[in-house]
């Protein structure tokens, strides 16, 4: 298994762009997640699902919005980008009858808005 | 917000044990508490957890005070390669997928 995959692993956007950060896992776990993390801080969440058709808010989901078409994929969709945008961001997964505190984490997208 | 205290950082040298504390004296009754780590420009790992007793696996030991307050991760027999920022999580997002909250974790430096 290729466990959680994200691309691309570094971009660079103008203000305003717009852009998907693709995540998938070939694990068929149904929950799946995106955190963002800056400098010295923690990971934040900004959206999970718990299965295909089902997202929800996390704790920081303004400016991004995702989708959950298939169990495998949950890209995380940047409209306008913002230089407050700029962070690493990092998509997790987990199946549902495996204990609750296990996600596994993909290497991260690097993203730089100027 | 994560409800846990770590220190900021720690070393230790290579080859002894390395004992990373928490403090998560709101934690109810019901709570587990999560270690994860994060080595430098990698996702975080998922290392142990617990609720009330205390558990070893491969990667380290968990010993959790009786009144629940706080816990120390334990790594017996620290490495370079495991050098990285550790974090305590003592809160899940309930809302049906359970989410892990992170705080600031305590960077853990191995010496040679």
């Given at each position: 298994?290729a466990?959680?995959t994200?691309?691309?692993?570094?971009?660079?956007?103008?203000?305003?762009?717009?852009?998907?950060?693709?995540?998938?896992?070939?694990?068929?776990?149904?929950?799946?997640?995106?955190?963002?993390?800056?400098?010295?801080?923690?990971?934040?969440?900004?959206?999970?699902?718990v299965?295909a058709?089902?997202?929800?808010q996390?704790e920081?989901?303004?400016?991004?919005?995702?989708?959950?078409?298939?169990?495998e994929?949950?890209?995380?969709?940047?409209?306008?980008?913002?230089?407050?945008?700029?962070?690493?961001?990092?998509?997790a997964?987990?199946a549902?009858?495996m204990?609750?505190?296990?996600?596994?984490?993909?290497?991260?997208?690097?993203?730089?808005?100027? | 917000?994560?409800?846990?205290?770590?220190?900021?950082?720690?070393?230790?040298?290579?080859?002894?044990?390395?004992?990373?504390?928490?403090?998560?004296?709101?934690?109810?009754?019901?709570?587990?508490?999560?270690?994860y780590?994060?080595?430098?420009?990698?996702?975080?790992?998922?290392?142990?957890?617990?609720?009330?007793?205390?558990?070893?696996?491969?990667?380290?030991?968990?010993?959790?005070?009786?009144?629940?307050?706080?816990s120390?991760?334990?790594?017996?027999?620290?490495?370079?390669?495991?050098?990285?920022?550790?974090?305590?999580?003592?809160?899940?997002?309930d809302?049906?997928?359970?989410?892990?909250?992170?705080?600031?974790?305590?960077?853990?430096?191995?010496?040679?």
């Open positions: 298994n466990g959680v994200q691309t691309p692993k570094f971009q660079v956007l103008k203000t305003g762009q717009s852009m998907t950060l693709q995540c998938a896992q070939d694990m068929n776990h149904e929950y799946m997640s995106w955190y963002r993390q800056d400098p010295g801080m923690g990971l934040r969440l900004i959206h999970y699902s299965g058709g089902i997202t929800d996390g920081v989901p303004n400016g991004y919005n995702v989708s959950r078409s298939t169990t994929d949950f890209p995380l969709r940047l409209l306008s980008a913002a230089p407050s945008q700029t962070s690493v961001y990092f998509c997964s987990r549902p009858g204990a609750r505190y296990e996600q596994y984490f993909g290497p991260g997208t690097r993203l730089t808005v100027t | 917000d994560a409800k846990t205290t770590q220190p900021p950082s720690m070393d230790c040298a290579e080859g002894r044990a390395a004992n990373l504390p928490c403090n998560h004296s709101t934690i109810s009754g019901n709570e587990y508490v999560y270690w780590r994060q080595i430098h420009s990698q996702g975080p790992q998922y290392i142990i957890h617990g609720l009330k007793n205390n558990e070893t696996n491969e990667m380290a030991s968990l010993i959790i005070t009786e009144d629940r307050k706080s120390t991760l334990i790594l017996p027999h620290a490495t370079l390669r495991d050098t990285a920022v550790y974090y305590c999580i003592d809160r899940v997002n809302a049906g997928a359970n989410n892990l909250f992170f705080g600031t974790g305590t960077r853990l430096t191995v010496i040679p």
